[in-house]
């Protein structure tokens, strides 16, 4: 278990008997061992400094899942009409799907499968001419802070919801943390997906 702590209130068990939330949410990758014997990881590193940059990270995943499940609030970038959208993303219980709704309507803009991520990367990183087909050029002083974000796999859940989103986040610093904690969450789910 990556998690083994309630991503609400942080009590060991989850769903936690003692958190008032109703959004206590399940320790991630639902493992099938009782919260008892959850598995938590490991490693072998044998530096102080290697195992505080480990605790780091583990940290600001964690907390970056806990405001994910209870959602954050994002702008996208419609693909046709190159407008921007106001947004909210956030994870399902499963910790499986990352799901894009629009603020005012509530209605599912994209949905992205964490084990089927195909594509995560800054718009910054990308050649010209396609930072221009993902923010059009009335987008371009978004460029530090977008990414774009696609999976493939399995459409069923998604049904006929965008797998493929353009994202803009508020500053530089929460479009990195988003990369790198995505992006840690996707190899734990591919970890956990069926073959």
């Given at each position: 278990?990556?998690?083994?702590?309630?991503?609400?209130?942080?009590?060991?068990?989850?769903?936690?008997?003692?958190?008032?939330?109703?959004?206590?949410?399940?320790?991630?990758?639902?493992?099938?061992?009782?919260?008892?014997?959850?598995?938590?990881?490991?490693?072998?590193?044998?530096?102080?400094?290697?195992?505080?940059?480990?605790?780091?990270?583990?940290?600001?995943?964690?907390?970056?899942?806990?405001?994910?499940?209870?959602?954050?609030?994002?702008?996208?970038?419609?693909?046709?009409?190159?407008?921007?959208?106001?947004?909210?993303?956030?994870?399902?219980?499963?910790?499986?799907?990352?799901?894009?709704?629009?603020?005012?309507?509530?209605?599912?803009?994209?949905?992205?499968?964490?084990?089927?991520?195909?594509?995560?990367?800054s718009i910054q990183?990308?050649?010209?001419?396609?930072?221009?087909?993902?923010?059009?050029?009335?987008?371009?002083?978004?460029?530090?802070?977008?990414?774009?974000?696609?999976?493939?796999?399995?459409?069923?859940?998604?049904?006929?919801?965008?797998?493929?989103?353009?994202?803009?986040?508020?500053?530089?610093?929460?479009?990195?943390?988003?990369?790198?904690?995505?992006?840690?969450?996707?190899l734990y789910a591919?970890?956990?997906?069926?073959?």
């Amino acid at each position: 278990m990556f998690f083994a702590s309630c991503m609400v209130c942080r009590h060991p068990t989850t769903p936690c008997n003692s958190c008032s939330s109703s959004t206590c949410a399940p320790q991630a990758w639902g493992s099938s061992a009782p919260p008892t014997e959850a598995r938590t990881a490991s490693f072998s590193s044998g530096s102080d400094d290697e195992r505080m940059k480990k605790d780091k990270l583990r940290e600001l995943v964690h907390n970056f899942t806990a405001d994910a499940l209870r959602g954050v609030e994002c702008t996208i970038i419609e693909r046709r009409t190159l407008t921007k959208v106001e947004a909210v993303y956030k994870l399902d219980h499963s910790v499986s799907w990352l799901k894009f709704t629009g603020r005012s309507s509530g209605a599912t803009l994209a949905a992205v499968q964490l084990s089927w991520i195909s594509r995560l990367i800054s718009i910054q990183h990308l050649p010209v001419y396609e930072q221009e087909d993902f923010l059009g050029k009335s987008n371009v002083k978004d460029l530090k802070r977008s990414l774009l974000l696609s999976s493939g796999g399995d459409t069923t859940s998604a049904g006929r919801v965008p797998q493929s989103v353009t994202v803009v986040l508020k500053d530089v610093k929460e479009m990195e943390l988003f990369l790198t904690c995505v992006e840690v969450l996707r190899l734990y789910a591919a970890m956990d997906a069926p073959v």
